[in-house]
């Protein structure tokens, strides 16, 4: 059984504070691993898919990296704007309908 | 461009009441359609999927029933209601097709049910 283990669960930066989430993960062969952003009443918006150990992918003052066993969320110099819960997700080679499976979610607070 | 709308957007129903929340898509053909659930400050959780017309898995037994009368429509229901119910239901679509590498998974805005 696929699984998604998110750290911390909360972190609280000062405006320009970097830092990094934590998103380990367990799968059956790996098709995808998936970042999401979720402010609070909306639906995620996706951000990023990993597909192998060692790509990196960037956007903005995001930069997501991924190894065998896990993937970390760069926040570089973080805005207020940045404040949401990110979700991490994998997609491995036995989901049937290309479902994923969700990490708990780390919320993100940046204060200016 | 694809698109997705759910509704409705927020509900308040009774215990033992009936539910029904629609989902359609746009700007694509033969979508792999899901059903989340996510609890306050929970992640998402899996509850039905489908990979065509009349074709639903479910994941988690449990008091809802899912169908998807036409190819870019999916529908969460419920006969009777029960408080453990409430939540945040997010109707999601992917391609369909397969292949190495994955599939994103898009969201809807959502649903707030709370069952009173």
């Known amino acids: 059984e696929d699984q998604v283990t998110q750290s911390p669960e909360a972190l609280r930066l000062q405006e320009g504070e970097s830092s990094s989430l934590n998103c380990s993960y367990t799968?059956?062969?790996?098709?995808?691993l998936f970042w999401y952003r979720q402010d609070p009443g909306k639906g995620p918006e996706f951000l990023f898919t990993?597909?192998?150990a060692g790509e990196e992918k960037e956007k903005e003052r995001l930069k997501a990296t991924l190894t065998k066993k896990e993937s970390f969320l760069h926040i570089t110099a973080p805005k207020p704007e940045d404040s949401a819960t990110y979700l991490c997700?994998?997609?491995?080679?036995?989901?049937?309908?290309?479902?994923?499976?969700f990490g708990g979610g780390t919320r993100v607070l940046v204060k200016p | 461009s694809q698109t997705i709308h759910q509704w409705p957007a927020t509900l308040v129903q009774p215990v033992g009441s009936p539910l029904s929340l629609e989902c359609t898509v746009e700007g694509t053909s033969n979508p792999n359609l899901y059903w989340y659930r996510q609890a306050a400050g929970r992640g998402l959780q899996l509850l039905f999927y489908?990979?065509?017309?009349?074709?639903i898995s479910s994941e988690v037994p449990q008091n809802l029933s899912a169908s998807r009368p036409q190819d870019r429509q999916f529908i969460l229901s419920s006969k009777k209601l029960l408080l453990s119910d409430s939540g945040f239901y997010l109707c999601?679509?992917?391609?369909?097709?397969?292949?190495?590498?994955?599939?994103?998974?898009?969201f809807g805005e959502g649903s707030w049910l709370t069952v009173v």
């Open positions: 990993l597909y192998s």
């Open positions: 999601a679509w992917s391609a369909s097709e397969g292949g190495n590498l994955g599939n994103t998974i898009y």
């Open positions: 489908s990979v065509g017309i009349g074709q």
């Open positions: 997700a994998v997609q491995g080679y036995k989901a049937a309908g290309n479902k994923l499976t």
């Open positions: 799968v059956s062969g790996l098709r995808g």
